[in-house]
């Protein structure tokens, strides 16, 4: 199964954010362990490089964002993938558009994020803790 992790999901597990890290880390195992094929869009790099230089120093920062590239791939993102997530009607955030092009563009399964409205607008976005869910479901399957 192909993943693409919001940032959202991905802060929660480096900034330790409770209640959210323990289903968030949990993912980051499942892709650890190659249970799960897990990507990143290349844009949510730098936006997680920002929130985490907040509380940690940049050679901290960088350690973390290479340890997250062991565990998951990086989505690049051209100008079509930019324009064909513009064309996306339904979305009024252009962040949000281009992480489902993303997902689109590695042929993936779900958008694991925590934004709700995100969740309402595709049936590809899941929550953190249903994905757990879920994945464990289809392990007893």
């Known amino acids: 199964m192909k993943i693409l992790i919001d940032t959202n999901v991905i802060l929660d597990v480096l900034l330790k954010r409770e209640p959210f890290a323990k289903d968030a880390y949990t993912i980051f195992k499942m892709a650890d362990e190659k249970v799960v094929t897990a990507y990143i869009s290349a844009f949510a790099v ?82 953190p803790g249903d994905f757990v869910q879920r994945a464990l479901k289809d392990f007893e399957d």
Do not use: P
């Open 46 to 127: 730098t936006d997680i490089y920002y929130f985490i230089n907040k509380n940690l120093n940049h050679d901290t920062c960088i350690k973390a964002i290479k340890a997250l590239f062991n565990i998951m791939n990086v989505v690049s993102v051209a100008k079509q993938d930019i324009e064909k997530a513009m064309a996306l009607s339904e979305f009024n955030d252009l962040e949000d558009a281009l992480q489902l092009q993303s997902l689109k563009k590695i042929k993936g399964n779900f958008i694991v994020t925590r934004d709700e409205k995100f969740q309402r607008l595709t049936d590809k976005a899941i929550s």
